[in-house]
Every structure is written in structure tokens, then in C-alpha cells.
């Protein structure tokens, strides 16, 4: 059994001391965007998390995965270094490439982030984060099956206002930020805001480091309460070696962060490869190399009836990366243009009838050059596409390609919320959504120009494809007395289906279709919204139970031909329910504490998939196959795996937080700031190969701050540790074909600094 956290420890500590003083303060109200209009968080009838920008800033989240520490009820990680995934109670996209979209949306500015390669890098002079948990298909529409993560910025204000931080830290971790607001006439107003961030990496070899600039300028024309205009154009440029893993088992107990390309690790793979398995693992360093550029505008035009908003983006995006697991590298380099359009009409005033109706465009292309290779050799520096090579070994594969994908996407959508009383309210939601894809290019296996001894062939592959889909939504909600709502909802969601790169078409013996089919939700819940003892303790909770359909899953696979690919497979039918629980008390003298609280019970009723293994029994669940599910042979390498009945991955069964803080008036006027925190989870499979090296074990962690605030609040100062137990959490794993080793990914370690900042 796991030993209790000593923060957990501390905060009951605190709580179990006398009450004295004066009476705890009401908690603050909360307004948040999740329907589209301007709301209290208590009013809103379905699971939502918020989160301030100064709690961001405290949790020193810079990077999407850092989003994990924000509720139980979020999973998440980077493929490659660059490849965000997100997964909310169970339900998420495992997707490693270009083309892959995430099954829970990201939304910055209400402008949606389409590729999972754009989402770092924006968490600065934010006003919130909201995560709203379950499917969102009529407001949110496309990609949203399991739920949205909504990053809110600060915006321009009335007046002058501005403040800067810096950050130092173990891992030599260097932050600075800085913002700028204020009135320029009597109807502009602008904001400036940047972050620069620095850090070694965890691992032993200096992977898992960051290096990111980014700044954002915001410019708002208010000629008068009737018409406003937003403008907002961001700027992100990432860099550094980019993500690392381990190998698990690790090598040293108590030393989990060894690389995969530090010497000791090299030893291990070499031992475990096979013979014709070239070079030191992990030459060339990795690196990462991203570049986002994006401007949106939001025209909001109030009429006498109804307000009208009208909100452009467009995103360019360029990803180059080196990245590897011992038995691969993998080189690639994209590029995106995604051109978005929604337009609202939405409902003013106090009437019963609350609604919003509109429509939303993209069109995206989106080219991706790529360089794989199965099996480690030395790359001969300088670095270039195609890479210099030395001769091929027998039995290693290279391959070499580029694909072009375009996506339009169109939908209609409206929701409305009818008060049949003062107390009792249906709402009712529908959207349309229509996705046409193509998808053209070419692969190519051992081609001429990499000599050796497989034969060459090219490889072409076109295709296209539609999907459509009617999303709805259904609740009623009745306030039980004006500080507690009940609720129940039934809604939907959908995420298109697509295409995945290895098609070879020209092959018939090799065609296995490259297309996979839509995948859909429905969810069930029943919740409530509380406020008790004179707003002093917020309590929410809601039941859910989700029925998920045709689920999308990406793995590592193989063609009929003799080549590596990474398909993507509808895999049947999942179950999640459980039940959420939010709870804030305000304490006596200063104090806030917070718990939150998830029960999920999520299982693949159906999951059958084919793949190949390189080595042992596919189906030995002692840990020497490469899978922990039955498997039968399909001839030649192919096998079909069966995980029937299997948890979902990243799906813990219990998970939370509890937090306390605390403000300690001092003689001067200022006050000492005391924030206690720990995450925790129970024990769950973060892959689906459901072998012992990817089951990552009930775990807690904590961060701890002190600081002092000056009574005018301009300047304060905190010293901070994140991850004091200093635990190895896994947040992915890859089994690695022929070697079966796993390849694993790892939260950050013990980590503690200073920070200071000012303000005006």
C-alpha cells in the first residue's frame, strides 16, 4: 500500500486545528464562456473546470501535457515530442503523425487549434482555462467526442496596467513574462504580452528540455456599448532536443530518468536488438524545431434584440523534427494552413427564451515530408532531408515519403434554453456537421537511392472521402433554491473519420485500405450545483455514463509487403460511467480548500485490432510478448489481437486532487501566501499493449509554495517545489518491434525554484 502523501498529511493537519477569528469570506464568483454566452459557473448545467490565469501561472504550467494538473478527469502527453494527446475520462486519440486530430478540442480565443502540434507555448497573460468534460457537438461541433479545453487571454483594458515574472529553478529553468495594457484613444485599447522559457531535460541524455519565445498583441475597438472589435495575432516559436523516455523496467530503481541514449541504456538495447541493428542508439541528437503564427478577429454587434458575432482565423503552422524509440528514428517535416470561420446569432436580454444559432467554416491543408527508419544507423552529419546514409544492413527498412491532406468542413448549429418557469428550464441543441477529405502522395520502401538489398517501389496514394453527422443535445435543469441546480442531459459527439499515410494502393497484395470511419458518443448525466453556508462551501458533482462508439485508435501495425505503418483502426464499443466531484470550502481566517474527485469505471466492451510482433508470444501476459491481450495468427507476422473487456488506457479508477491555501496577515499590511497541493490516481494502463512495463501505478503528488504578497500588491515573491515525493509517473509507452522493449515517457521530476513579480 501506498504511503499517504505528507502534503495530504499537512492540509488535514491544518483543517483539524481549531476554528478562530473572523468567519470565512464567501468564495468568489466564477464567469465563464462554456455555452457561448457570458455565465456564473454555477449556472451552467453540465461538468465544467475553471481555472484563473494566476493559478496557471503558479502551477508553472508552459506546455499542453502540464494541462494534466488542472483536474482528475484530463490525461494527456506528447508524442514525439510535438504531438499532443488528450484524453477526458477514458476517451481520447493515441494519434503520433500530421494528420491526426484529437478527439478532445482545444479552442484558444474560441478559435479551434486543429492540429495537436499547435497547442504549446499559449499559456501566459491568460485570463482562464476551462475544461468542459463530455461531448460538445452542438456548440463546439467538430473533434470534440470526450470533451474542450478552452484557453481564455486577457484582454486589452481601460486602463494602464502591466506586469512582468521571472522564474528560477533546478534543471537551470530560466522564465520571463511580461504584459502591457491600456487605452491609446477613446476607442482603441491594446495589449502586449511574451513568455520566454528555457530548461535542461529531465532525462540523463537532456531530452524532455524546453525552449520556447512566444508573444501575443491584442488590439480592441470600442466605439460604444453596441460594437466591438477584437484582434488578436500570436507568435510561438518552440525549439530545444525535444521529448525523451526511458526504458522499463528501469535500468536503476530510483533512477527512472535515465535516457534511452545514455550509455547505460544503449548497453541494454544493443543486448535486446538484433544483429543487424547499427550504431550508438539516438545519433543524431533530436530536435524540435516549431513555428506557429495565428490571427483572429471577433466583431461582436449588439442589436435591439439580438447580437451578432463574427469571428475569422487564420493559423500557419511548420513542424520539423528528428525524434526516435530504440528501434526507430523518425524525421519529419509539416506544414499547415488552417482558415476558419464561425458566425452567432445569439439572444439578448432576460427573456425566457435563451438561444444561439450559427454556422462555422475551415478549409486546412496540411503536407507532411517524412523520413523512417526501422532498425538504428549512423545518420552522417550534417543533418539533411533525405539524410546521408551509410550502407543498409540486411533486413533494415527505410522509409521515405510525402502526403498532402485537405479538409473542408462546414456546419449549421443552434441551442436554445426555454424557462417554462422561474425555476424549471429544457434546453434542446442540434448541429450539422459535413467533412470532405483528400488525401494524396507517396511512400517509399528501400528506394533506389538508400542501396541495399530489399527491391525498391513507389508507391501512390490517393483517395477521398466524406463524412456527415447530426449531433444533438437534451437537458432539463430546476433550481432547487437559488444557490442549487439540478440537471440531466443526454448529448452527442462526432469526430470524422480520415486517412492514415501508408496506403500502398499501387500494391495490390499490400491494400488493406488506408481509410477509417467516424467515431461517435453519447452521454448520459445527472448532476448538481451547489452553494451552501452563505456561499462560504460550493459543492459540485454529476453521474455519468457514456456510450462510445467505433472508437479511432492508431498502433503500430504491418503490411502484407514486409513494411512498418501505422494505421488507424475503428476498434467497436466502450463503456465509461462514474461520478465527478468538485468541492471548495471556504475557511475561517484566510483559508480556501479544494477537493476534487473522480470514480471511472471504463472498459473496451469490444476492442479487436491486427498488428505484428517481432518476437515472443504476442499474447504472453508474463511480459516477454508484445502484447497482454490474446492474440491469434493471421499468417506471416500479422496477428489479431483481441483486448475484450480490457480497462480503457489513461482511465484511472480513482483519481483527484486536494489543495489548501492560506493568506497570513502580517504587521506591514502584506501577507504570507501558503498553497499546499497533491494529485493522485489509481494504477492504469497507459498503452494498449497492456504489457507489465506500461501499467503505471497508483501514485500521489505535491507542490508546495510560500511566498509573501506587499500590502499594495505590486510586488511578491514565492519559493515553490512540484513533485515532491519525486515520483516516475508514466505518461506513455511504446513497445518496441523485434526488441520488445518499452519505450516509456515520464512527468516531470522533483522540481523547485524562486519566482517574483510586479505589477501596476
Request: net charge negative; hydrophobic share 35%.
Amino acid at each position: 500500500m501506498r504511503r499517504t502523501s505528507p502534503l495530504t498529511l499537512a492540509i488535514a493537519a491544518i483543517l483539524a486545528l481549531p476554528v478562530a477569528g473572523h468567519a470565512a469570506e464567501e468564495l468568489e464568483a466564477v464567469v465563464v464562456t462554456a455555452q457561448k454566452r457570458t455565465e456564473s459557473l454555477q449556472k451552467v448545467p453540465t461538468a465544467v473546470t475553471v481555472v484563473s490565469g494566476e493559478t496557471i501561472q503558479e502551477l508553472g504550467i508552459t506546455r499542453a501535457e502540464d494541462l494534466v494538473k488542472l483536474s482528475p478527469g484530463l490525461a494527456g502527453t506528447k508524442a514525439g515530442g510535438v504531438m499532443t494527446q488528450f484524453y477526458i475520462r477514458g476517451v481520447g486519440n493515441y494519434g503520433t503523425n500530421a494528420f491526426a486530430e484529437a478527439a478532445v478540442a482545444t479552442n484558444f480565443n474560441g478559435v479551434n487549434l486543429s492540429r495537436p502540434t499547435t497547442l504549446d507555448a499559449m499559456y501566459f497573460d491568460l485570463e482562464r482555462v476551462e475544461l468542459l468534460k463530455g461531448p460538445q457537438g452542438t456548440l463546439y461541433g467538430r473533434n470534440a467526442t470526450g470533451g474542450a479545453v478552452n484557453i481564455i487571454a486577457r484582454r486589452p483594458t481601460r486602463e494602464l496596467e502591466g506586469s512582468t515574472g521571472v522564474e528560477f529553478g533546478n534543471y537551470s529553468a530560466r522564465k520571463v513574462n511580461a504584459a502591457l495594457s491600456g487605452p491609446v484613444s477613446d476607442a482603441w485599447s491594446l495589449r502586449g504580452a511574451a513568455q520566454w522559457v528555457e530548461r535542461d531535460g529531465f532525462f540523463s541524455d537532456g531530452y524532455e528540455d524546453e525552449d520556447t519565445r512566444a508573444v501575443r498583441f491584442t488590439a480592441l475597438y470600442e466605439p460604444s456599448d453596441v460594437v466591438s472589435w477584437l484582434t488578436t495575432i500570436d507568435y510561438e516559436d518552440i525549439g530545444g532536443k525535444g521529448g525523451g523516455g526511458t526504458i522499463t523496467p528501469y535500468l536503476e530503481p530510483g533512477n527512472e530518468w535515465i535516457g534511452a541514449t545514455d550509455p547505460r541504456s544503449n548497453a541494454v538495447l544493443t543486448a535486446f536488438s538484433l544483429p543487424f541493428t547499427r550504431g550508438p542508439i539516438g545519433t543524431p541528437e533530436g530536435y524540435t524545431d516549431i513555428l506557429s503564427f495565428g490571427i483572429a478577429s471577433e466583431l461582436n454587434w449588439n442589436l435591439e434584440a439580438v447580437s451578432l458575432t463574427v469571428l475569422p482565423a487564420f493559423r500557419h503552422s511548420e513542424v520539423e523534427y528528428l525524434s526516435w524509440a530504440p528501434g526507430f528514428q523518425v524525421y519529419e517535416y509539416d506544414k499547415t494552413d488552417t482558415t476558419t470561420l464561425e458566425v452567432r446569432l445569439a439572444s439578448t436580454g432576460d427573456g425566457r427564451l435563451q438561444w444561439v444559432a450559427g454556422a462555422f467554416y475551415m478549409d486546412e491543408d496540411t503536407s507532411s515530408d517524412g523520413y523512417f527508419l526501422q532498425q538504428v544507423r549512423v545518420w552522417t552529419p550534417p543533418f539533411v532531408f533525405p539524410p546521408a546514409l551509410g550502407p543498409l544492413s540486411p533486413n533494415e527498412n527505410s522509409t521515405v515519403n510525402h502526403y498532402d491532406l485537405t479538409t473542408e468542413a462546414w456546419a449549421l448549429f443552434g441551442q436554445g434554453t426555454l424557462s417554462v418557469t422561474d425555476q424549471l428550464r429544457f434546453t434542446a441543441g442540434i448541429r450539422y456537421t459535413s467533412e470532405d477529405k483528400g488525401m494524396e502522395g507517396w511512400n517509399r520502401t528501400n528506394p533506389p537511392d538508400f542501396p541495399g538489398p530489399s527491391p525498391a517501389f513507389s508507391i501512390t496514394t490517393p483517395g477521398s472521402g466524406s463524412w456527415s453527422e447530426t449531433t444533438w443535445r437534451a437537458g432539463v435543469e430546476y433550481d432547487m433554491t437559488e444557490d442549487s441546480l439540478v440537471y440531466a442531459n443526454i448529448s452527442t459527439g462526432f469526430k470524422a473519420g480520415g486517412f492514415f499515410s501508408e496506403q500502398p494502393a499501387s500494391q495490390a497484395a499490400c491494400s488493406t485500405g488506408n481509410t477509417f470511419e467516424p467515431e461517435t458518443l453519447t452521454a448520459y448525466a445527472i448532476g448538481t450545483k451547489n452553494r451552501f453556508n452563505g456561499g462560504r462551501l460550493q459543492l459540485n458533482a454529476e453521474a455519468f455514463y457514456w456510450d462510445y462508439e467505433d472508437h479511432q485508435e492508431p498502433h503500430l501495425g504491418f503490411s502484407a509487403c514486409g513494411y512498418t505503418i501505422f494505421p488507424t483502426e475503428n476498434i467497436g464499443q466502450a463503456t465509461m460511467q462514474g461520478l465527478d466531484l468538485e468541492m471548495q470550502l471556504a475557511v475561517a481566517d484566510n483559508g480556501r480548500l479544494g477537493l476534487q474527485l473522480q470514480y471511472l469505471d471504463a472498459t473496451f466492451d469490444e476492442f479487436t485490432f491486427t498488428t505484428f510482433s517481432g518476437g515472443g508470444n504476442p499474447g504472453d501476459n508474463g511480459g516477454n510478448g508484445a502484447f497482454g491481450c490474446p492474440a491469434a495468427a493471421l499468417g506471416g507476422p500479422l496477428w489479431l489481437v483481441n483486448c475484450d473487456g480490457k480497462d480503457a488506457i489513461r482511465a484511472p479508477e480513482w483519481s483527484g486532487t486536494v489543495s489548501y491555501r492560506h493568506l497570513f496577515p502580517v504587521g506591514n499590511g502584506g501577507n504570507v501566501i501558503l498553497d499546499l497541493r497533491t494529485q493522485f490516481a489509481s494504477e492504469t494502463f497507459i498503452a494498449i499493449d497492456y504489457r507489465p512495463a506500461s501499467l503505471q501505478g497508483s501514485y500521489s503528488m505535491s507542490d508546495a509554495s510560500l511566498g509573501y504578497e506587499a500590502a499594495s500588491g505590486k510586488w511578491m515573491v514565492s519559493v515553490w517545489g512540484r513533485n515532491l515525493e519525486d515520483e516516475a509517473v508514466k505518461t506513455n509507452s511504446f513497445t518496441t518491434p523485434f526488441t520488445l522493449v518499452n519505450y516509456t515517457q515520464l512527468r516531470a521530476p522533483r522540481t523547485w525554484g524562486v519566482s517574483a513579480g510586479l505589477r501596476f
